[in-house]
């Protein structure tokens, strides 16, 4: 079931200078990656703040139910 | 049978006005429900029929008496509060304190997301009619189970079954099922314990509020069986399993796999399929267990002496469901039968390996890793108010507001049916239950229709002095392939009476 990361270790042998290209380059792509979702995470987080309730600690007290069912 | 089978949601919504809560919840919930009605075609107010309402019957085989019966558990009389029927086949009414939409009868799990998610709809309309009344509060709605303060309200799950089925065999199967199900289904809660007393995140908004393993109460020690007895069906054939254990879902995702799991694994227990005995120790506080760990990796104790997870626990059950499918259809199984298996395994998958992966399917992932990057973020202990406004504010039914629908708008979590389908099915029943034939009557014949229920539409007819009852007991009949064409004809109630009761042999 193993639908990620099989292939990267099947590599045929090549020389060392080639595979040293390869991981900088695979670096470079797992920093890209946590820096867009970094920038992700920020941009969600500040979409939220911009609809959330004022004053949380006073909402959060004032929803008060009574039991259904 | 597959992932198809009658079924349908119900769900209680929370109801707020912000600054004021002392509000009246009866009141509020009214105009909640009294705004929707005002969009509906109704000339007058149609009752809901109880002739067949038996909430005093126990699936066990004995009614509990009405004298030792708690009130909240007589549902059957008449309360005065506001109640509609919808033109969709849906019932919104008033529930103890809280506006409740009951879909209708759909057929399979995409069509119960469907008419589910028409009820968020048709609950923000309501809000929006009752705001335009002159001096009328800003009335908040929300989709969860809790005020994290120690009362939940419920979103109930119904599945029709054979009456052959012994019950016995019900709770002895789907008690660890639903043990461990919240793993997938869970929406997410911030607090542990009834009150919320306790400082943490948990995976079901409802786990801590299930006291008993079996019983018919669900206002209090609410059991994680229900055996409440109302088939609204012919009962020498079918019983409707009435489910009270789960989380109110926003993920379509999470509600698809929610009933689409569960009704496969009632297939499988209907029909003998499942001999191993899965059973947990101590079921309810194994339940409570699950959800308080969102790392998915807490070990829960079976009779037989194993330590599983509840991740685990659910794959044993989707192995058995692949092997029934195999075994009844072969390559034969219908779309969505294949379709709920293979999410069913992905997503299991995913929550052995790594669970923040789920964020954009399963409703309690995307909420725990909204807080936890407002933890990272900020700072935040889990007792601040902040987070415990994210979890509420997730549920708000503001699509300006709600934190799902804004995860939602950015493309942050996946759907599975469209915007045009919901906002059809508001208006629409589905057609290949006898709700459409509820639903039509609404459309076309509301001024005539004096009460209506799950099993019958009554009419009050113009020259006639008794009402008329026209009785739907079996829920795939009254479909748009049965009655289309004579709705389609009839142009007014008097006609279709006529038609129907002339016409017929009995």
Redesign the interface.
């Known amino acids: 079931m193993a639908k990620d990361g099989g292939q990267q270790h099947k590599q045929p042998k090549r020389s060392s200078t080639e595979e040293e290209v390869e991981q900088v380059e695979a670096s470079e792509d797992v920093q890209e990656r946590k820096e867009r979702l970094d920038e992700d995470v920020d941009s969600i987080l500040d979409e939220i703040d911009e609809v959330l309730e004022e004053n949380a600690e006073e909402f959060v007290r004032g929803f008060v139910q009574k039991g259904g069912e | 049978m597959s992932v198809r089978r009658i079924m349908g949601t119900e769900t209680?919504f929370?109801?707020?006005v912000?600054?004021?809560?002392?509000a009246n919840?009866m009141l509020t919930s009214s105009q909640v429900v009294n705004g929707y009605a005002q969009t509906q075609p109704l000339a007058r107010k149609t009752r809901w029929d109880f002739d067949e309402e038996h909430p005093l019957r126990d699936a066990r085989g004995f009614d509990l008496s009405r004298e030792v019966a708690d009130s909240?558990q007589l549902t059957d009389e008449e309360t005065g509060l506001a109640n509609v029927i919808l033109t969709n086949g849906a019932r919104l009414y008033v529930?103890?304190?809280?506006p409740?939409y009951s879909a209708p009868e759909t057929t399979n799990p995409r069509d119960a997301v469907v008419w589910d998610k028409a009820g968020e709809l048709v609950i923000m309309e309501g809000a929006r009619q009752a705001r335009l009344i002159p001096g009328a509060p800003q009335l908040n709605l929300?989709k969860n189970n809790?005020?994290?303060?120690g009362?939940?309200?419920?979103s109930?799950e119904n599945y029709l079954m054979r009456r052959s089925t012994p019950f016995a065999s019900i709770v002895r199967h789907l008690t660890p099922f639903f043990v461990s199900r919240q793993v997938v289904t869970g929406a997410g809660r911030v607090g542990i314990g009834q009150d919320g007393a306790a400082h943490g995140f948990q995976i079901s908004q409802r786990a801590d509020y299930f006291e008993v393993e079996v019983g018919l109460e669900?206002?209090l020690k609410?059991p994680i069986i229900n055996t409440r007895d109302e088939p609204h069906a012919n009962p020498d054939r079918y019983r409707r399993l009435h489910v009270?254990i789960g989380d109110a879902n926003l993920s379509e995702i999470s509600t698809y796999l929610k009933v689409g799991t569960t009704s496969l694994v009632l297939a499988m227990i209907e029909d003998g399929w499942l001999t191993d005995d899965l059973s947990v120790d101590r079921p309810v506080t194994a339940l409570h267990e699950v959800s308080h760990d969102p790392s998915c990796t807490h070990l829960l104790t079976l009779k037989d002496g194993r330590k599983i997870t509840a991740v685990q626990l659910q794959t044993e059950y989707l192995e058995q469901a692949r092997k029934y499918v195999e075994d009844k259809y072969g390559d034969d199984a219908d779309r969505q039968t294949k379709d709920v298996l293979h999410r069913w395994e992905q997503v299991l998958?995913q929550l052995a390996t790594d669970p923040m992966k789920l964020s954009d399917q399963l409703d309690w992932v995307a909420k725990y890793k909204?807080l936890q990057?407002?933890r990272d973020?900020d700072a935040l202990e889990w007792d601040d108010?902040?987070l415990?406004?994210?979890d509420?504010?997730y549920a708000d039914l503001r699509p300006?507001?709600g934190?799902y629908y804004?995860?939602v708008k950015?493309g942050?979590m996946q759907r599975i049916v469209s915007d045009e389908e919901i906002r059809m099915a508001v208006a629409h029943p589905p057609t290949d239950t006898r709700a459409y034939f509820r639903g039509r009557c609404m459309q076309q014949y509301a001024p005539q229709v004096a009460a209506a229920s799950w099993d019958s539409v009554i009419f009050d007819l113009p020259g006639k002095e008794s009402l008329q009852r026209i009785p739907t007991l079996d829920p795939l009949r009254g479909t748009k392939a049965h009655v289309g064409a004579l709705l389609d004809q009839c142009d007014t109630a008097s006609d279709l009476v006529r038609t129907i009761t002339g016409g017929a042999a009995g």
């Not at chain 2, 529930?95 to 809280?98: I, P, Q, S």
């Not at chain 2, 809790?146 to 303060?149: I, P």
Request: hydrophobic share 20%; no cysteine.
């Open positions: 209680e929370g109801i707020s912000p600054g004021q809560p002392g919840p909240s529930d103890h304190a809280h409740e929300y809790t005020d994290n303060k009362a939940s309200y419920g109930h669900t206002t609410r009270i998958d909204l990057s407002y973020r108010s902040k415990h406004l994210i509420l504010q300006d507001k934190l804004k995860l950015s942050r």
